[in-house]
T-cell receptor, first 114, second 105 residues
């Protein structure tokens, strides 16, 4: 059973540039979640999908952030016009969505905005 | 939203010691997980425990849902247990700020 994978693992970008991250969930998991984690804090919920439908977005997700899961499989998170405050670890998780709500996390993408 | 508080924030132990980590939450939940975050940032699932008691080797966890708390027990700690332990509750996983455990040889 392949776990959750994320790509890239690290991204360094200049302020103002756009970046896109990819998440591949555990196969047959129909729920997919994005979180952001900054140093010294726990992960914070950003958004989640059930299949291809984006069901909830946190107020942390500004207009510069957009997430998609076009075919209900992998998902992308795009940040437009990056700011230094976007520097963080971006984590993806998936769950089966069938009664048991246990989430499994990927290794994360660490974003540094210079 | 749900508030999650973890205690203590930091814990330093000698190898072989036992420890108890606590997670308090502000509302009834149908999902509670404990994670260990390794130095590379990966969150490792320890327990899915919305209620009751579970054990896995040297680790065990108890959730008393009616009193809104969960406990993680680590016995005979090893240096490899070092890291940050998170409690996460609710369907969209609200995390506490974690307990940083350091086990000294």
């Amino acid at each position: 059973d392949t776990g959750v994978s994320q790509d890239p693992r690290h991204k360094i970008t200049k302020r103002g540039q756009n970046v896109t991250f990819r998440c591949d969930p555990i196969s047959e998991h129909n729920r997919l979640y994005w979180y952001r984690q900054t140093l010294g804090q726990g992960p914070e919920f950003l958004t989640y999908f059930q299949n291809e439908a984006q069901l909830e977005k946190s107020r942390l997700l500004s207009d510069r952030f957009s997430a998609e899961r076009p075919k209900g499989s992998f998902s992308t998170l795009e940040i437009q016009r990056t700011e230094q405050g976007d520097s963080a670890m971006y984590l993806c998780a998936s769950s089966s969505g069938k009664g048991r709500l246990e989430q499994y996390f990927g290794p994360g993408t660490r974003l540094t905005v210079t | 939203g749900i508030q999650v508080e973890q205690s203590p924030p930091d814990l330093i132990l000698q190898e072989g010691a036992n420890s108890t980590l606590r997670c308090n939450f502000s509302d009834s939940v149908n999902n509670l997980q404990w994670f260990h975050q390794n130095p590379w940032g990966q969150l490792i699932n320890l327990f899915y425990i919305p209620s009751g008691t579970k054990q896995n080797g040297r680790l065990s966890a108890t959730t008393v849902a009616t009193e809104r708390y969960s406990l993680l027990y680590i016995s005979s700690s090893q240096t490899t247990d070092s890291g940050v332990y998170f409690c996460a509750v609710g369907g969209k996983s609200t995390f506490g700020d974690g307990t940083t455990l350091t086990v000294k040889p």
